[in-house]
């Protein structure tokens, strides 16, 4: 069993700065490929960011590319979510998740139905 805990969300400026952090109890998070998420008001959850479970490859989705960047710490057991220039349209709750099934070290996630593990979220709002 993994539990998931996000942390870091809150209310900025359009243009501001957030980290999201999802830290894990329970089993380390440095085996598993790990994946961000956002559900917007009224939306479908979409994919943010993905890590692989060697922590070398990432992907992102088109719309935070250049500006979002996910990493993980294994000391910590915590997987970050540094997000820059932060657009209204990025207001949304943000997931961490885990794919804990056995995958090859390079390969990253971005389909959330293939995940087994949420967090609860963390609302970042951006103002304009």
């Known amino acids: 069993q993994v539990a998931l805990v996000e942390a870091g969300g809150g209310v900025v400026q359009a243009g501001g700065s957030l980290r999201l952090s999802c830290g894990g109890s329970g089993r380390s998070l440095s085996t598993y490929a790990m994946g961000w998420f956002r559900q917007g008001p009224g939306k479908e959850r979409e994919f943010v960011a993905a890590l692989s479970r060697s922590g070398v490859n990432t992907y992102y989705s088109d719309s935070v590319k250049g500006r979002f960047t996910i990493s993980r710490d294994n000391a910590k057991n915590t997987v970050y979510l540094q997000m820059n220039s932060l657009k209204p349209e990025d207001t949304a709750v943000y997931y961490c998740?885990?794919?804990?099934?056995?995958?090859?070290?390079?390969?990253?996630?971005?389909?959330?139905?293939?995940?087994?593990?949420w967090g609860q979220g963390t609302q970042v709002t951006v103002s304009s």
């Open positions: 998740s885990a794919y804990t099934k056995p995958i090859v070290n390079t390969i990253v996630v971005i389909t959330p139905r293939d995940y087994d593990y």
